[in-house]
């Protein structure tokens, strides 16, 4: 049973990591998004950097926040002035 069941922990990280590849990709943009998945998706390599990543933080950073788009100016506005 134990045998067993250690044979299916390097898959279950891969379905997790599948799982969230949209939401990482968002946060990370396309290149380091998809470098991070990757990483994450690999049996071994995904738990070392899950623990190294406990202490350290993240491998890729996320990008930084986009601006928050300006008012567009309406037309009674342009009038007043």
Sequence with gaps: MARR?????????TVVAVA??????????WKLGLLDTVLDALPFVGTAKAGVELYRGD????????PAPSEPISPAS???T
């Excluded at 069941?5 to 990280?13: C, D, E, K, M, V």
């Excluded at 969230?20 to 943009?29: A, D, E, H, N, Q």
């Excluded at 491998?59 to 986009?66: A, H, K, Q, S, V």
């Design 78 to 80: 342009r009038a007043t």
């Design 5 to 13: 069941l250690s044979r299916t922990f390097p898959i279950i990280g």
């Design 59 to 66: 491998f890729f950073p996320d990008r930084p926040p986009r």
């Design 20 to 29: 969230v590849v949209g939401r990482t990709l968002r946060r990370k943009g």
